[in-house]
């Protein structure tokens, strides 16, 4: 049976909500500005997003059921606010910086939707808190010598001397909603992980959210 199921193809699979296009826009044009430490590794503009459950690797013939489970969710509005500051992940050597979404309509969301595929067999939900989130940029590493006996050094984050400045008023000033629930396939590449929309729900606007233009 185990070596059966090894041979099942696999695909890596996470759940997220998507932001709208001129936020998305706004926050690459933000990076272009203030990421300049080559230790810090941008995130691409098709990559930021709010991950709501990261389901690891799952058979490909489950991805149908996944995407019926996402897509049943009742669609309602997410509101989403940003702090003004890009945190550090984590503080003392940060190997990411992420800005800070306050959401609790994100967060009933993300338990809702870990509800449903942890009750399908999909999903181990984490033990720690959700934190709306969106990675905005990665540490590249450095490796240490190795100690006696070593074969070579552990890997860790290189330092970052000018860290991320804070961002501007247009994306801070008013909440702005989420556009889409949507279950993404991660594909590996020697360049960095690719990602593939498998299925999605559009979400309603939000009454209070006001659609931003330019930074």
């Known amino acids: 049976m185990a070596k ?7 695909a890596r699979l996470f759940v997220a909500l998507d ?4 936020v998305r826009d706004a926050i690459r044009r933000w990076q272009g500005r203030q990421l300049g430490d ?3 590794r941008p995130m691409p503009a ?6 709501l459950a990261f389901l690891g690797n799952r058979p490909e013939k ?28 984590p503080k ?29 067999g999909f999903y181990e939900p ?9 990675t905005v940029a990665r540490v590249r590493t450095e490796r240490l010598p190795p100690k006696k006996g070593e074969r070579k050094g552990r890997s860790r984050p290189r330092r970052v001397g000018n860290p991320p400045g804070p961002l501007p008023a ?28 498998l299925a999605g729900l559009d979400l309603p606007p939000a009454p209070e959210a006001t659609q931003r233009r330019g930074d």
């Open 92 to 120: 003392g050597r940060p190997r990411l910086f992420a800005l800070n979404a306050r959401s609790p309509e994100a967060v009933e969301l993300q338990g809702e939707v870990s509800r449903a595929l942890a009750g399908a």
């Open 62 to 89: 489950a991805i149908d059921r996944i995407g019926e489970l996402v897509t049943g969710i009742e669609p309602r509005p997410v509101p989403l606010r940003f702090e003004p500051e890009a945190a550090p992940v």
């Open 19 to 22: 932001l709208p296009d001129d």
């Open 46 to 51: 098709d990559q930021l997003h709010i991950t």
């Open 126 to 134: 984490e033990d720690r808190a959700f934190w709306p989130h969106i």
């Open 4 to 10: 059966d199921s090894a041979k099942t193809p696999q």
């Open 38 to 40: 080559s230790a810090l």
């Open 170 to 197: 247009a994306l801070t000033e008013r909440a702005f909603a989420a556009v889409r629930l949507r279950l993404y396939r991660s594909n590996l590449k020697p360049t960095g992980a690719e990602y593939e929309a």
